[in-house]
């Protein structure tokens, strides 16, 4: 049964000769082979396309799409819009993946009969290649729809990226990427996908089966206070409007999810009209937060330091 089933890998390219030829190995060496690798070149102006092609060569499982840079969700639409899949998965072209990574998952949504994958993720620092940390769910578990919004929008063991997971097909239907976000653009996908299927069930592995490369360059590092981080922002009260009005008994993370969104706002705020602007919009939501129990006690020391202490907070995260 396994074999039957066809995973589209989608994976954006733009300007990554560095990293590339690591994910694209760790993809085409996964134990699962029923794959359809297809590899979006996004303008690339270094040599990325170039190793693309090399491999195109050695494993016809390999699609390559050229496109004028357009960005990586426009990139990511591209190869949606050309899969194939039963399922749909994501790499990002500067991470890597365990060779089991996809035969683990597409055998967990087979067996428990799932329509969403989720494996943990390793964090590693770019330039040294040392571990940050490991996001590891607390046990192999079958989540249903509201179980799912909880850990996401807790933040705990539930990265809001769409790269550690597999998606089947028939629940993304026509659903497309924003374009027109530079930052959250993950978080508003899935965020669609759930709102449209209010019935999965998602199997959530204790595996840890993604590497998460974090460079200097990512999208929210060194960003200043821009619009792009305001859209961002704003899903998060987008998103808490549906939990209240959905899934009420867990509003309260969604309030976790603005307080610490607007938090890292101000880290990239110098202008002070804006910074008071997203202290305005804190303080509506921090007696909220910190008289509610669901929230645990370290959460809510970790917000106190942030907001009140940022500098004490700072020398804590470098000592960490």
């Known amino acids: 049964m396994e074999n039957e089933l066809l995973v589209s890998i989608i994976v954006p390219v733009y300007n990554v000769e560095k990293y590339i030829e690591r994910c694209i190995e760790s993809i085409i060496n996964q134990t699962y082979k029923n794959l359809e690798i297809i ?9 990325s396309i170039n190793i693309c092609k090399k491999y195109s060569k050695i494993d016809n499982r390999i699609v390559i799409i050229e ?9 990511r639409n591209t190869g949606i819009k050309n899969s194939h899949g039963d399922f749909i998965g994501f790499v990002d ?13 597409i055998n967990n949504v087979l067996k428990y009969n799932c329509n969403v994958g989720v494996c943990g993720v390793r964090n590693i620092e770019d330039i040294t290649g ?21 850990k996401l929008l807790n933040g705990k063991d539930m990265p809001s990226s769409v790269w550690n997971k597999i998606f089947k097909r028939d629940i993304i239907k026509d659903i497309m990427f924003d374009e027109n976000m ?3 653009e993950d978080f508003k996908w899935i965020f669609e996908v759930f709102r449209r299927n209010k019935e999965l069930l998602v199997y959530n592995t204790t595996e840890i089966l993604y590497n998460w490369i974090k460079r200097q360059s990512s999208a929210i590092q060194g960003k ?11 899903l998060t009260y987008e998103i808490g409007e549906f939990i209240k009005n959905t899934y009420p008994e867990i509003y ?47 959460d809510k020391i970790k917000f106190i330091i942030k907001f009140y202490l940022p500098i004490v907070y700072k020398i804590i995260l470098k000592f960490k």
């Open 224 to 234: 200043k206070y821009n619009i792009d981080i305001e859209k961002s922002i704003e």
């Open 39 to 47: 590899l979006v070149d996004d303008g690339s102006i270094d040599k």
């Open 182 to 184: 530079k930052i959250g």
């Open 130 to 150: 040392k571990l940050i940390e490991e996001t590891i769910q607390q046990e192999d578990k079958i989540l249903n729809n509201e179980e799912f919004w909880k």
């Open 67 to 75: 496109q004028e840079n357009k960005g990586v969700s426009s990139a």
């Open 252 to 298: 309260i993370y969604s309030i976790k999810c603005s307080i610490y969104a607007n938090l890292q706002a101000i880290g990239h705020c110098k202008n002070k009209q804006d910074k008071k602007k997203i202290k305005k919009r804190i303080n509506k939501l921090k007696l909220i937060f910190l008289k509610a129990k669901e929230i645990e006690k370290k």
């Open 93 to 105: 072209p500067d991470d890597f993946i365990e060779p089991n990574m996809y035969k683990i998952l």
